[in-house]
């Protein structure tokens, strides 16, 4: 008996005396997606920052397959002492319900530390297209129901199934053509006009915006880009509450210590506060996205709520 509770004071000792030392080594990173796409984007500037406050380096490893959920999988297995984490966010939320059969669970089987950045999309048109904006939109797609065809990145892609919100919110039906390509064909097809409109990344439309290739006519967050100051939110355009906004996040086993998982949420916070990180995120039309570990956690579980019904309504499945 005497044993044991020696052993239960040293464990309860243990732990913030590992927070205070951690990391005492390398970090691994996983970025769940190919180099070059958002995730790993942000996967890297946030390894970079990290491994320069900490003094120790943070490793970005892609693990690319099933969406993302391979990555992920592989990190909810993980050890819980730090030294494996992930980066996810949307298609992870989309995937609790696109997915019929997944080895784990975003909300149980992970931990959110903190939020790294929100970015919205533009809803971008063929300068064919006679909509000049929202409400133009709706009303030709309500005078030509099902003949509006519009493209994304694959059946269940979150910028595939903002445009499905968008069908719901705005009781209008229109032709889902998901590319297997993936977003560049699709862009490529939008631009001469194979598909009428699509939902995509603000960087990759903004060159194709200035040469006057694709018109803009709508943002799907809450609040204007800065990258595109003029042009108004679906939400301020005729469909109130509209709000589609990527995020990622850094997440660690579940069964991660506390006392790991508060330092993470603060390193996480100071880093984002630094100008240059928040210049290589404008250029990204993204905001740091900062929160507390629980206000995280809520944040996650209403994510998976609120795209398990856009699914549902959409008909989506990769099974």
């Given at each position: 008996m005497r044993s044991a509770a020696i052993l239960s004071v040293l464990l309860m000792t243990a732990t913030p005396a590992m927070a205070q030392s951690y990391p005492s080594k390398p970090v691994r990173l996983i970025a769940p997606f190919s180099p070059g796409g958002a995730t790993d984007v942000l996967a890297r500037l946030a390894a970079q920052k990290l491994g320069e406050r900490w003094g120790q380096q943070v490793i970005v490893d892609n693990r690319v397959g099933a969406g993302g959920h391979i990555g992920a999988e592989l990190a909810s297995r993980a050890a819980p002492d730090g030294y494996t984490l992930l980066v996810a966010g949307t298609p992870h939320a989309i995937g609790m319900s696109l997915y019929k059969k997944l080895p784990y669970d975003l909300a149980r089987d992970l931990v959110g530390a903190n939020r790294i950045a929100t970015y919205p999309s533009a809803i971008a048109v063929h300068p064919s297209l006679p909509a000049k904006n929202v409400k133009g939109l709706i009303a030709l797609a309500k005078a030509r129901p099902g003949q509006l065809n519009f493209g994304s990145a694959g059946v269940g892609s979150p910028n595939g199934l903002a445009l499905e919100l968008f069908k719901t919110m705005a009781k209008v039906k229109m032709t889902h053509i998901p590319y297997k390509g993936g977003s560049g064909q699709m862009v490529t097809e939008l631009i001469s006009g194979?598909?009428?409109?699509?939902?995509?990344?603000?960087?990759?439309?903004?060159?194709?915006?200035?040469?006057?290739?694709?018109?803009?006519?709508?943002?799907?967050?809450?609040?204007?880009?800065?990258?595109?100051?003029?042009?108004?939110?679906?939400?301020?355009?005729?469909?109130?509450?509209?709000?589609?906004?990527?995020?990622?996040?850094?997440?660690?086993?579940?069964?991660?210590?506390?006392?790991?998982?508060?330092?993470?949420?603060?390193?996480?916070?100071?880093?984002?506060?630094?100008?240059?990180?928040?210049?290589?995120?404008?250029?990204?039309?993204?905001?740091?996205?900062?929160?507390?570990?629980?206000?995280?956690?809520?944040?996650?579980?209403?994510?998976?709520?609120?795209?398990?019904?856009?699914?549902?309504?959409?008909?989506?499945?990769?099974?």
């Open positions: 194979q598909v009428q409109l699509a939902s995509i990344g603000l960087p990759p439309a903004m060159p194709h915006v200035k040469s006057g290739r694709l018109r803009v006519i709508a943002v799907t967050g809450m609040t204007r880009s800065a990258l595109l100051p003029q042009t108004p939110t679906v939400n301020e355009s005729g469909l109130p509450g509209f709000d589609v906004t990527s995020w990622y996040g850094i997440f660690g086993p579940a069964a991660l210590p506390k006392d790991i998982v508060a330092k993470l949420n603060s390193d996480v916070a100071a880093i984002l506060n630094a100008p240059d990180l928040k210049t290589r995120l404008d250029g990204l039309g993204a905001e740091p996205g900062s929160m507390t570990v629980d206000a995280f956690g809520r944040y996650v579980r209403e994510e998976i709520t609120k795209w398990a019904k856009v699914v549902k309504d959409s008909g989506a499945t990769v099974d």
